[in-house]
């Protein structure tokens, strides 16, 4: 069965920062990858995905995820947080049921 | 274009009683989930459709959930008698074809009493 683990529940950072957010997954097969991320009083929104190619991942707001297939992980990262960039993120991961499946989540504060 | 869509945004309720959420999808999206988020955790599915059949809801606790998807487009989701454990945030969410990304809704916060 496909499942995905998040090692950071909570991380406190100050602004300019970087981060790593770690996700690992356990599914043999092709998979797609994606982060999510929940802004307070917000809805889930994407921001970003791999299906395949380039394993590097741009996403919105200067987000990206490397997607290492040896090690079942795509960690992501920023280079520099804002305070804005507080919020709850989500990996998740798509097998070949097209079951979208959430890891538990980490929480992320940025101090300025 | 409009994302998607779901009510009520919150509703408490006496435990024992029904209480029913509903979800319009992005238009065009074949593929709706419902999710459920307890705090601090991630979103678990309960149930998924492609188009009117519900290809997955192994996880759907059938003794007291029910949910339906007529034509293809709108959803709702039961529960009957709601339990205090219950109480949670149902999210909906809709994919295109299954494949690409799913777009969520804002939730609805039960609480049950």
């Known amino acids: 069965a496909q499942s995905v683990s998040q090692h950071n529940h909570h991380v406190i950072l100050s602004e300019a920062a970087s981060l790593e957010l770690g996700c690992n997954y356990s599914?043999?097969?092709?998979?797609?990858l994606f982060w999510y991320v929940q802004y307070p009083g917000q809805h889930l929104q994407l921001l970003l995905k791999?299906?395949?190619?380039?394993?590097l991942v741009k996403g919105i707001k200067g987000f990206e995820a490397e997607f290492i297939k040896s090690k079942f992980s795509f960690n992501l990262r920023k280079p520099s947080v804002q305070w804005s960039d507080t919020a709850e993120y989500f990996c998740?991961?798509?097998?070949?049921?097209?079951?979208?499946?959430f890891g538990t989540g980490t929480r992320l504060q940025v101090f300025p | 274009e409009a994302g998607v869509v779901q009510s009520p945004r919150y509703k408490i309720i006496e435990k024992k009683q029904p209480v029913a959420f509903w979800c319009n999808p992005i238009?065009?999206?074949?593929?709706l989930y419902w999710y459920l988020q307890n705090l601090g955790q991630g979103p678990e599915l309960l149930i998924r459709?492609?188009?009117?059949?519900?290809?997955?809801d192994s996880q759907l606790p059938k003794d007291r959930f029910s949910a339906e998807r007529l034509k293809g487009v709108d959803s709702t989701l039961k529960i009957q008698p709601a339990e205090l454990g219950d109480s949670a945030v149902y999210l909906c969410?809709?994919?295109?074809?299954?494949?690409?990304?799913?777009?969520f809704g804002q939730g609805t916060r039960l609480t049950v009493v």
């Open positions: 459709y492609e188009n009117e059949e519900a290809v997955d």
């Open positions: 791999y299906f395949s190619g380039d394993p």
């Open positions: 238009s065009g999206h074949n593929t």
């Open positions: 969410a809709s994919s295109l074809d299954g494949q690409g990304e799913a777009f």
């Open positions: 599914y043999g097969g092709t998979v797609n």
């Open positions: 998740a991961v798509k097998g070949n049921t097209d079951k979208l499946i």
